[in-house]
């Protein structure tokens, strides 16, 4: 059975820093490119960074380049969303999700057939 688990999320101060991890299970987690998304309230989901399989090739959405760093273990099975300088923003549910498709879009996140339940990020003071 195919699952992603998410954890890390939570309440963080305008300009603080979260660390987002994700846990997948059930398939073949290094020959699936690995994306972050986030739906804030009230939006449509939208892609935050996606990374690709062994060579790590990395894609940012131009709202979170230069503040969030996505990363992967292909040993622990495990990616990471290292968020940092938050703001309001920022806040919403983020998802993580794996895809197998070479067309899939970080975007908007056709291609990504697998998902998490999400992790909310509030950022607040």
């Known amino acids: 059975q195919v699952q992603l688990v998410e954890s890390g999320g939570g309440l963080v101060q305008p300009g603080g820093s979260l660390r987002l991890s994700c846990v997948p299970s059930?398939?073949?987690?290094?020959?699936?490119?690995m994306g972050w998304f986030r739906q804030a309230p009230g939006k449509e989901r939208e892609g935050v960074s996606c990374?690709?399989?062994?060579?790590?090739?990395?894609v940012y959405m131009d709202s979170v380049k230069g503040r969030f760093t996505i990363s992967r273990d292909n040993v622990l099975n495990t990616v990471y969303l290292h968020m940092t300088s938050v703001t309001p923003e920022d806040t919403a549910v983020y998802y993580c999700a794996a895809s197998r498709s070479y067309s899939s879009d970080c975007r908007s996140g056709v291609g990504y057939g697998y998902w998490g339940q999400g992790t909310p990020v509030t950022v607040s003071s």
């Open positions: 990374i690709s399989t062994k060579n790590g090739n990395t």
């Open positions: 059930g398939f073949s987690f290094d020959v699936y490119a």
